[in-house]
């Protein structure tokens, strides 16, 4: 079989994949024989769109599943997406202002439907951009957050944490966002450092014998102080303690606490006490007692409590109440100063500590087991660096406020009755009040987190709360992988749930942990800089999706941030060609030098075997240096690549293929086939050499499918083969009787000689049609070696004839010369170029060199360029001058060679 000129990957990928569909290849059933090897997906908004994020992150997964597969695994990679909840009713809600309409105008039902709807004409864009990557997912099994099964695992862990006493309403201090109005969760809280003020303020003493000076970053919510504390070591303050203060503008007696929380060098080291609009000032309410006013609203503005301000924003606010400080004399001065201010990761509001009534998750008791997990080895992270990070933050976890004012979502499973007050948790909606028999029953309005349902993702897909064969069989999963920036959102709340409701059973062995795809420079990827951002739509729309999966895998170190470069993309995409072009010339000799060709019926039949895998008993004696050679190469290249895998390496995995195949096998073995290919004089010969050429790109393309799994399903079908798929064929084990001693370090020599002399040949101007002699001086051992196999010299490096000499006998007279892998190289001039002219060259070249180097030089060793210049460019100039400086040197050194 043949392949056309141009690989075309739309073609191919549309065939292949849906060829793979057809053949059921991708669906697992849990009555399969087979070691289990399960995945779940990190669920994607049902409201996106792929990014680079998700392209990396599938990716990686689809690696190790087709992997796993080819191993014989009974492999599940459970497919699916999240509802999202504020993400995907702001949507809904835009599109509604589209129409004139608010939420509120439909009404919750008529909303909801309204969301289903959109759920189902735009949710599954994503899963069709995952399989145009070619994500091998159990597409039969795909869920949803919100489907029947997963809403029956929410109300169930609900419950159950409910009937523990690890989940309960209470008023607290949360985080509100104003623009999305509803709560979110401290790690939904994003900090950005931002220039701002510390306002210095005089709060007077009650009994008129001073002030109080204190540093505040929000003057506006002093309007709801109830103390000012100070630190009980501080000596400054110790005849204040338990005196009162009058608060400026309000006019209201507040007492001075002492409390260890506040740090006595922080600006005055007296801090004002605001229990409702800050954390730090809730907690040491609590402690002291102190009443909570709240002075800004749910909307932003200040409420009745801010007196006079009422009704204002709270930004509004802040300038005028500041005039009004420095009017009355209680302002002191205004300093700058940088801090970290919290915004919603929705959508970029600053965001708001308010008391509020919600539902809690009680941390502490989920957290131990949790913890206790990763510091005993039951669950892995990799790399191994981020279980410090995921410790710390389980060891000083806040309890979880779960409770969101949203409509779409998991509605909270607590009803109340309307006449006696009875909070009524269910698993099913109740028809009457068990109390009091009363039908008055209102549920509460609010939603749950959605990362409360996200949390049970491992197991709630698997079929729990019922017992199925495939929680039985796949639970717990093998590994997830997942982005560095989810440790917490996702991560560390999948294991304590799992630990909590599967019997103390992790949720996953390993947790691989990737870095962050970001763009050119660096940064991040960003929707306020459109010209950031790269469509993995495009790149697989351009370059097809093996160039795009390449990409991102070869970028990707251990836990490392990746920067995405065009280059790459064009390098991957060239890569692809690479391997295109040298399936086509194995195959055109395929079909040139068939079997049949050979008399022996013996040897027709060892051939055969062995290219297809069946066998590896071709005798030695048939092979050429350059067969075993890339034999030997290619089993230990499949043992590493295969260990590389194991350790979860996937970037250094899929770059020794990468080097492999262009340097080694096309650069090198295609060019040391091509003499025994062309011959006409030995059948076995050129059919031996052929069948090494097919076996190991047939073997290879074995080991890049998981990586690159379009190409080579493509060339696998093309090339002699057994089975009926790539995707379902054995995984490649590397054969001891294919690893051949000593023959890589003779074909170092040779392939080190043949670079040398191509080199000198290049820098000499000596055309590459043009026969040479070399002189060879080095130790008889190696002499020996080239001697062995210097008809590879001389195809390859175009030698009429060769000499030999000692390393230390005398330098040839106007012969040029060069030295690689222990050998000194010398070709005589005489015959191969005009030597008078090659020395006027040569010294032309030298002389604008050396002033090129003069004039860089000057440049860099005057201050107000090595000074003023970003760093980067002086280290790119003096790197181009040490550049220029050795070259002159070697200009030099031919020079001298010339005579």
Same mark, same amino acid.
């Given at each position: 079989?043949?392949?056309?000129?141009?690989?075309?990957?739309?073609?191919?990928?549309?065939?292949?994949?849906?060829?793979?569909?057809?053949?059921?290849?991708?669906?697992?059933?849990?009555?399969?024989?087979?070691?289990?090897?399960?995945?779940?997906?990190?669920?994607?908004?049902?409201? @996106?769109?792929?990014?680079?994020?998700?392209?990396? &992150?599938?990716? *990686?997964?689809?690696?190790?599943? !087709?992997?796993?597969?080819?191993?014989? %695994?009974?492999?599940?990679?459970?497919?699916?997406?999240?509802?999202?909840?504020?993400?995907?009713?702001?949507?809904?809600? #835009?599109?509604?202002?589209?129409?004139?309409?608010?939420? &509120?105008?439909?009404?919750?039902?008529?909303? *909801? =439907?309204?969301?289903?709807?959109?759920?189902?004409?735009?949710?599954?864009?994503?899963?069709?951009?995952?399989?145009?990557?070619?994500?091998?997912?159990?597409?039969? !099994?795909?869920?949803?957050?919100?489907?029947?099964?997963?809403?029956?695992?929410?109300?169930?862990?609900?419950? !159950?944490?409910?009937?523990?006493?690890?989940?309960?309403?209470?008023?607290?201090?949360?985080?509100?966002?104003?623009?999305?109005?509803?709560?979110?969760?401290?790690?939904?809280?994003?900090?950005?450092?931002?220039?701002?003020?510390?306002?210095?303020?005089?709060?007077?003493?009650?009994?008129?014998?001073?002030?109080?000076?204190?540093?505040?970053?929000?003057?506006?919510?002093?309007? @709801?102080?109830?103390?000012?504390?100070?630190?009980?070591?501080?000596?400054? %303050?110790?005849?204040?303690?338990?005196?009162?203060?009058?608060?400026?503008?309000?006019?209201?007696?507040?007492?001075?606490?002492?409390?260890?929380?506040?740090?006595?060098?922080?600006?005055?080291?007296?801090?004002?006490?605001?229990?409702?609009?800050?954390?730090?000032?809730?907690?040491?309410?609590?402690?002291?007692?102190?009443?909570?006013?709240?002075?800004?609203?749910? &909307?932003?503005?200040?409420?009745?409590?801010?007196?006079?301000?009422?009704?204002?924003?709270?930004?509004?606010?802040?300038?005028?109440?500041?005039?009004?400080?420095?009017?009355?004399?209680?302002?002191?001065?205004? $300093?700058?100063?940088?801090?970290?201010? @919290?915004?919603?990761?929705?959508?970029?509001?600053?965001?708001?500590?308010?008391?509020?009534?919600?539902?809690?998750?009680?941390?502490?008791?989920?957290?131990?087991?949790?913890?206790?997990?990763?510091?005993? @080895?039951?669950?892995?992270?990799?790399?191994?660096?981020?279980?410090?990070?995921?410790?710390?933050?389980?060891?000083?976890?806040?309890?979880?406020?779960?409770?969101?004012?949203?409509?779409?979502?998991?509605?909270?499973?607590?009803?109340?009755?309307?006449?006696?007050?009875?909070?009524?948790?269910?698993?099913?909606?109740?028809? #009457? +009040?068990?109390? +009091?028999?009363?039908?008055?029953? =209102?549920?509460?309005?609010?939603?749950?987190?959605?990362?409360?349902?996200?949390?049970?993702?491992?197991?709630?897909?698997?079929?729990?709360?019922?017992?199925?064969? $495939?929680?039985?069989?796949? %639970?717990?999963?093998?590994?997830?992988?997942?982005?560095?920036?989810?440790?917490?959102?996702?991560?560390?709340?999948?294991?304590?749930?799992?630990?909590?409701?599967?019997?103390?059973?992790?949720?996953?062995?390993?947790?691989?942990?990737?870095?962050?795809?970001?763009?050119?420079?660096?940064?991040?990827?960003?929707?306020?800089?459109?010209?950031?951002?790269?469509?993995?739509?495009?790149?697989?729309?351009?370059?097809?999706?093996?160039?795009?999966?390449?990409?991102?895998?070869?970028?990707?170190?251990?836990?490392?941030?990746?920067?995405?470069?065009?280059?790459?993309?064009?390098?991957?995409?060239?890569?692809?060609?690479?391997?295109?072009?040298?399936?086509?010339?194995?195959?055109?000799?395929?079909?040139?030098?068939?079997?049949?060709?050979?008399? &022996?019926?013996?040897?027709?039949?060892?051939?055969?075997?062995?290219?297809?895998?069946?066998?590896?008993?071709?005798?030695?004696?048939?092979?050429?240096?350059?067969?075993?050679?890339?034999?030997?190469?290619?089993?230990?290249?499949?043992?590493?690549?295969?260990?590389?895998?194991?350790?979860?390496?996937?970037?250094?995995?899929?770059?020794?293929?990468?080097?492999?195949?262009?340097?080694?096998? +096309?650069?090198? %073995?295609?060019?040391?086939?091509?003499?025994?290919?062309?011959?006409?004089?030995?059948?076995?010969?050129?059919?031996?050499?052929?069948?090494?050429?097919?076996?190991?790109?047939?073997?290879?393309?074995?080991?890049?499918?998981?990586?690159?799994?379009?190409?080579?399903?493509?060339?696998?079908?093309?090339?002699?083969?057994?089975?009926?798929?790539?995707?379902?064929?054995?995984?490649?084990?590397?054969?001891?009787?294919?690893?051949?001693?000593?023959? #890589?370090?003779?074909?170092?020599?040779?392939?080190?000689?043949?670079?040398?002399?191509?080199?000198?040949?290049?820098?000499?101007?000596?055309?590459?049609?043009?026969?040479?002699?070399?002189?060879?001086?080095?130790?008889?051992?190696?002499?020996?070696?080239?001697?062995?196999?210097?008809?590879?010299?001389?195809?390859?490096?175009?030698?009429?004839?060769?000499?030999?000499?000692?390393?230390?006998?005398?330098?040839?007279?106007?012969?040029?010369?060069?030295?690689?892998?222990?050998?000194?190289?010398?070709?005589?001039?005489?015959?191969?170029?005009?030597?008078?002219?090659?020395?006027?060259?040569?010294?032309?070249?030298?002389?604008?060199?050396?002033?090129?180097?003069?004039?860089?030089?000057?440049?860099?060793?005057?201050?107000?360029?090595?000074?003023?210049?970003?760093?980067?460019?002086?280290?790119?100039?003096?790197?181009?001058?040490?550049?220029?400086?050795?070259?002159?040197?070697?200009?030099?050194?031919?020079?001298?060679?010339?005579?």
């Amino acid at each position: 079989m043949s392949l056309p000129t141009v690989y075309n990957p739309q073609a191919v990928e549309e065939k292949w994949y849906q060829f793979w569909l057809k053949h059921g290849y991708f669906h697992a059933e849990a009555s399969d024989e087979g070691e289990p090897f399960c995945v779940v997906i990190p669920p994607p908004n049902v409201t @996106g769109v792929l990014h680079l994020g998700h392209a990396l &992150d599938n990716t *990686l997964q689809d690696t190790l599943i !087709r992997w796993r597969r080819m191993q014989g %695994y009974n492999t599940l990679w459970m497919p699916g997406t999240d509802h999202a909840g504020i993400a995907t009713q702001a949507r809904v809600e #835009e599109s509604l202002a589209k129409e004139g309409l608010s939420k &509120d105008d439909l009404g919750r039902e008529k909303f *909801l =439907e309204r969301v289903w709807s959109w759920k189902e004409q735009y949710g599954g864009t994503i899963i069709k951009q995952l399989k145009r990557l070619g994500a091998s997912c159990d597409w039969q !099994r795909e869920r949803f957050t919100m489907d029947e099964g997963c809403s029956a695992a929410v109300r169930e862990v609900f419950i !159950r944490l409910y009937e523990k006493g690890l989940i309960y309403r209470g008023s607290y201090l949360i985080n509100w966002c104003p623009k999305c109005r509803t709560t979110i969760s401290d790690i939904e809280v994003e900090h950005e450092d931002r220039d701002s003020f510390l306002w210095h303020i005089r709060y007077p003493l009650a009994d008129g014998s001073g002030y109080l000076e204190v540093a505040t970053t929000r003057p506006e919510t002093m309007l @709801g102080d109830t103390a000012v504390a100070v630190n009980p070591e501080d000596s400054r %303050y110790q005849n204040l303690i338990g005196k009162e203060l009058i608060l400026p503008v309000m006019e209201r007696r507040i007492p001075i606490i002492a409390d260890a929380y506040v740090d006595m060098s922080f600006g005055t080291g007296a801090v004002k006490v605001t229990p409702s609009h800050d954390i730090n000032d809730f907690e040491m309410g609590l402690r002291h007692n102190l009443p909570q006013i709240t002075v800004i609203g749910f &909307d932003a503005k200040m409420t009745s409590e801010a007196g006079k301000y009422a009704g204002m924003d709270r930004y509004e606010c802040r300038e005028k109440l500041v005039a009004e400080l420095k009017e009355k004399g209680y302002l002191v001065n205004i $300093e700058p100063h940088q801090h970290a201010v @919290g915004q919603c990761y929705r959508c970029d509001s600053i965001i708001e500590p308010l008391i509020s009534k919600q539902w809690f998750v009680k941390m502490q008791p989920l957290a131990e087991p949790a913890i206790e997990a990763a510091q005993n @080895g039951q669950i892995t992270f990799i790399p191994e660096r981020f279980t410090k990070i995921y410790l710390g933050w389980l060891e000083n976890i806040r309890d979880w406020c779960i409770s969101r004012q949203l409509w779409w979502g998991h509605r909270i499973p607590v009803w109340y009755c309307q006449d006696c007050n009875e909070v009524i948790p269910s698993r099913v909606d109740p028809e #009457e +009040c068990p109390k +009091c028999k009363s039908h008055k029953l =209102e549920q509460d309005p609010d939603v749950l987190d959605t990362w409360f349902s996200s949390a049970l993702w491992p197991f709630s897909t698997l079929g729990w709360p019922e017992n199925t064969p $495939e929680l039985k069989k796949y %639970y717990p999963t093998s590994v997830l992988v997942t982005g560095r920036d989810i440790i917490f959102f996702w991560v560390a709340r999948m294991i304590f749930m799992g630990l909590e409701f599967q019997e103390g059973r992790e949720p996953f062995k390993d947790v691989l942990i990737h870095g962050l795809v970001l763009d050119k420079y660096g940064k991040k990827m960003s929707k306020s800089r459109p010209e950031t951002i790269v469509d993995p739509q495009d790149i697989i729309d351009n370059f097809g999706a093996d160039t795009l999966r390449f990409t991102l895998t070869t970028g990707t170190t251990l836990g490392q941030d990746q920067r995405f470069q065009m280059e790459k993309v064009e390098g991957s995409r060239n890569f692809t060609n690479k391997i295109w072009n040298a399936a086509r010339f194995v195959l055109m000799h395929e079909e040139t030098n068939q079997i049949g060709d050979l008399v &022996d019926n013996l040897q027709a039949s060892l051939v055969k075997s062995f290219v297809v895998g069946e066998s590896d008993n071709l005798p030695t004696e048939w092979l050429s240096l350059p067969d075993r050679w890339i034999l030997t190469r290619s089993q230990k290249v499949t043992a590493e690549v295969t260990r590389l895998l194991e350790q979860y390496d996937l970037g250094a995995a899929a770059s020794l293929l990468y080097e492999f195949l262009w340097n080694e096998y +096309c650069d090198w %073995y295609i060019e040391f086939s091509k003499p025994r290919l062309y011959q006409k004089e030995n059948d076995l010969e050129r059919r031996t050499t052929q069948a090494v050429l097919t076996r190991v790109l047939r073997q290879t393309m074995e080991l890049l499918h998981p990586f690159m799994p379009f190409l080579t399903e493509e060339i696998w079908q093309a090339l002699p083969s057994q089975g009926e798929s790539i995707m379902i064929t054995k995984w490649p084990v590397a054969s001891e009787k294919l690893i051949f001693e000593t023959v #890589e370090s003779e074909m170092d020599l040779i392939i080190e000689m043949i670079r040398a002399i191509r080199n000198i040949r290049s820098e000499n101007n000596v055309s590459p049609g043009k026969k040479i002699t070399a002189i060879f001086a080095c130790p008889t051992e190696k002499q020996e070696i080239l001697k062995r196999n210097i008809g590879y010299l001389a195809d390859l490096a175009g030698l009429e004839s060769s000499q030999f000499m000692d390393e230390n006998a005398p330098k040839p007279e106007k012969a040029v010369s060069a030295v690689a892998g222990g050998v000194t190289i010398f070709m005589p001039m005489a015959g191969l170029v005009d030597v008078a002219k090659e020395k006027e060259r040569f010294s032309k070249e030298l002389n604008q060199l050396e002033a090129e180097i003069q004039k860089l030089a000057t440049r860099i060793e005057n201050p107000a360029f090595s000074q003023k210049a970003p760093p980067e460019i002086v280290t790119k100039e003096r790197a181009k001058l040490e550049g220029f400086k050795e070259k002159a040197a070697k200009i030099k050194e031919r020079l001298q060679d010339l005579g």
